[in-house]
């Protein structure tokens, strides 16, 4: 079973997921959606022997990360962006979001720039914004066995 934290909108302020990290008796990979490119960039540096994938947000203009990204973990595939390049704000059905990530054909999608953490399941994958450590008090866990995901949004 592969364990992922997953992170978004931090917005310069690392210590609660450094908390996070130094809770969890494993973790196999961190996920970052965006805002600030240079926060998952710095968790990457503290704990080099985790795997850290990131996005850039609408706040990382000078960043060369891209503004989305698909990896595989565990068997299953994530597609993982900030969301504001796909409307998440104005469209409370996420049409745009889901058309992006279906391109990409994953188990799991992960978005942020909202900060307000949501989760669904449409039938073809699981979307997932964790919401943000700073601004909600949230993020998520991912538990990946044998390419099924399984999700919880977690409270600070």
Same mark, same amino acid.
């Given at each position: ?8 909108? !931090? ?13 969890? =008796? ?14 998952? @960039?710095?968790? @990457? ?49 996420? !049409? !745009?979001?889901?058309?992006?990530? =279906? ?10 720039? !909202? ?29 990946? @066995? ?11």
């Amino acid at each position: 079973m592969k364990k992922i934290l997953i992170f978004s909108d !931090t917005h310069g302020d690392i210590n609660k997921c450094l908390h996070i990290i130094e809770e969890q =008796t494993h973790v196999d990979a961190i996920i970052h959606a965006g805002d600030y490119v240079r926060d998952a @960039e710095d968790i @990457e540096s503290i704990y080099p022997n985790i795997p850290v994938y990131y996005v850039r947000g609408n706040n990382d203009i000078l960043s060369n990360a891209p503004s989305s990204l698909t990896v595989a973990i565990g068997g299953a595939r994530i597609y993982i962006t900030h969301g504001h390049e796909q409307r998440v704000k104005y469209e409370s059905s996420y !049409t !745009t979001l889901k058309a992006a990530a =279906t391109q990409s054909n994953p188990a799991l999608a992960v978005f942020g720039h !909202t900060h307000v953490p949501y989760t669904s399941y449409d039938g073809d994958f699981i979307l997932l914004n964790p919401g943000s450590v700073l601004f909600s008090k949230t993020y998520a866990k991912a538990e990946i @066995e044998n390419g099924k995901v399984n999700i919880k949004i977690m409270d600070i």
